[in-house]
């Protein structure tokens, strides 16, 4: 294995794609050489220390069917020009050049579905866009030779839908150096969010709940297209001295914005059996941030959170509900007590370092 050349495929610009980067840095550390292929849109510069070699292209379309066409040109005509002994392609919407490419060098395919990509919820109210990436999904996944994804349901699904025999790969961190533990509590807590600001993340009501807590704090992290559209809202509904946006930040930042907060938001509407099934990278972080997690109750997010007794549930997104919530999560000295004990307990098992052991399957 040593010196083998893998080529990681995304369609992000790899500042914030925690899960690449810890895939990358395993790859490395067992003598593979990763070359990691992004675009540079919307910018930001990757930090120093992460392994592998980058490229990221410029491309002259960032959104909609001409930047896929375009991005999937880009990436065959690199994979093509450039060898590899392996392919390990993130999403649906690079495993098009992958797939061509390992046919034309025979070269094997790992497929990385890090979301359920045909149902996402930009794509519930686009059938005629949704039908054609079912069709590329139905074409190309079963010509991957491996198949990772994130979660129980998902994996379930492929192998339903298309005899995908795909293994679990989850997103949780890296055992943490120093172990962050739970907050005291606060006469003025913090209420802490990080991800993607995009539709059906729960933030639009997590912002009116604030309405219903006036001595609280919230810090968004992260960056999305819903952004400006949130920053309006809290505006509107003059929170602006309590609901605090920070933009995207690489994940090796995360911590600090962390440690001023008490507790952790994974709310999803139900949009499709992409979010249904999802397990976010946020889940498996805030315990490792010293946070218990306020979690939207579907079935892979409740395992997670019931199991190792690191949260609370919830049946609906009412703002009400929502500070009820908050508010016993930061209020409950019993619950807060147990929650010290069950996050670093949490952290011990589910650790990249553990997780890790499925490549054994895959290379």
Known sequence: MEGKRI????SNNLVTDNRVAKISGYLEAIGWKPVLLG???????????RAGKIKRFNLLFNKGPLFYLELNIRLFFYLLLN??????AVDLDTLASAILISKI?????????????TEMPELQARPAVKWIWSQLERFLITKADRCVTVSEGIRKIYKIKYGVDALLLRNVPNYPKQLHRLRELSDSPVVYYQGALNVGRGLVESIKAMLYLPNYFMLIVGAGDEQEELQELVNHLQLTDRVIFTGALPFEELA???QKAHVGLCLLE???????????????????????????AFPDISEIVTNYEIGLLLDNLEPQNIAAAIKTACEDESLREKWALSLPACVKELNWENECRVFEKLL
């Open 270 to 296: 139900n949009m499709g059996l992409n979010y249904y099934h999802s397990l976010p990278n946020r889940l498996f972080d805030y315990p490792a941030l010293g946070l218990p997690i306020i979690a939207t």
């Open 256 to 258: 600090v914005e962390a």
């Open 39 to 49: 675009r540079r849109w919307p910018g930001g510069k990757i930090p120093e220390g």
């Open 83 to 88: 060898s590899c002994d392996r392919i390990w």
């Open 7 to 10: 080529i990681i495929t995304v």
């Open 105 to 117: 060098r025979k070269i094997p395919v790992t497929f990385d579905s890090h979301e359920y990509f």
